[in-house]
Nanobody
């Protein structure tokens, strides 16, 4: 599966962005999906993940109540709605996929990656 992330940009603190990750190739509905972020000098960290059916969700503590992950299997797309953004959310955001029924928290568990989209939150 090939993944293409988009939707990043520059936003003021308190603002919102919606990231999209479009998939092509094998059946998108077979894949659990994750969003990760990586700030300069830091490791890639989980932000949110969703099972292939959309019924199972995982959020990092730092984004609970602010970010929402969702997917549209008919459009082969996973989304990350980001609200109440903070300067600390500034990072490159990556989408990732693994053919599985469950979600995974660690980057090493995902097999396919998008190219990343930069989110910059100004104070």
């Amino acid at each position: 599966v090939q993944l293409h992330a988009s939707g990043g940009g520059l936003v003021q603190a308190g603002g919102s962005l919606r990231l999209s990750c479009a998939a092509s190739g094998r059946a998108f509905s077979s894949y659990s999906m994750g969003w990760f972020c990586q700030a300069p000098g830091r490791e890639r960290e989980i932000v949110a993940a969703i099972t292939r059916s959309g019924s199972g969700l995982y959020y990092a503590d730092s984004v609970k109540g602010r970010f929402t992950i969702s997917r549209d299997n008919a459009k082969n797309t996973v989304y990350l709605q980001m609200n109440s953004l903070k300067p600390g959310d500034t990072a490159v955001y990556y989408c990732a996929a693994r053919e599985s029924a469950i979600v995974y928290r660690w980057a090493k568990d995902y097999d396919y990656w998008g190219q990343g989209t930069l989110v910059t939150v100004s104070s």
